[in-house]
């Protein structure tokens, strides 16, 4: 399958704090990634080392993005390209309505955008949320929806999706995992799909709702046990992390 993402050898620090040490992790076009790992173990840092966050600064290694080495790149030039991210817990944005920015970016990709607007709003049981501030006083599986709702208008080609499951309630994580679906085109033949997914879980409840190709393990800054999802999450919740990556072994 062809690559689309390709981290090598990554170390990355914040501050004098180095936080990640030589990741690697390859993914390819249409393949859907899990990240499991205990909380603090740097799985969030990954997905904002790979987005570009201004305070996270390489040490050695670099990011390849559809063949290109994105390693320098900003945030936005990184998007352009195709990497989008959903937070775990993304900031209000005042002043600006959901609404807005989704029709911002489905215009620029086809024009009058309106009835899709519509559409996708309300798959997500979102119509009556397009006129507020982006995630100004949402629950948290609103929020979640929110953030997804957006990445489904940017339809990037990578997504990287930070603890979706966690916060979220039964009837919001059906919706969550409907959303997530739609975005990995996981209607399509796993050779047809065009989107790649990396997606971040502490509980792994979302797997539930959404087959993964691959997992691995992360511990202490670094990757791990590449495997089977279920069979990984089964070993960690018999091992525990650390039982795991001593059965496993290193990557």
Known sequence: MERLLDVRDLTVSVGEKRILRDVNLQIAKGETVVLFGPNGCGKTSLLKAIMGGLEYRVESGN???KGK?????AIDERARLGIGMAYQRPPAVRGVKLGEILRFCLEKRRGNA????SGLARKLNL???LERDINLGFSGGEIKRSELLQLIGQSPAFIMLDEPDSGVDLVN??????AINELLEKDKAAAKRGTAGLIVTHSGYILDYVNADRAFVMLDGTVYCSGNPRDLLEDIRTKGYEGCVQCRGQI
Do not use: S
């Open 63 to 65: 990011i390849r993005f």
């Open 173 to 178: 994580i059906h919706l969550v995992g409907q």
């Open 69 to 73: 080495d994105v390693t320098g790149l």
């Open 114 to 117: 309106e009835e899709e607007l």
């Open 127 to 129: 119509l009556d949320f």
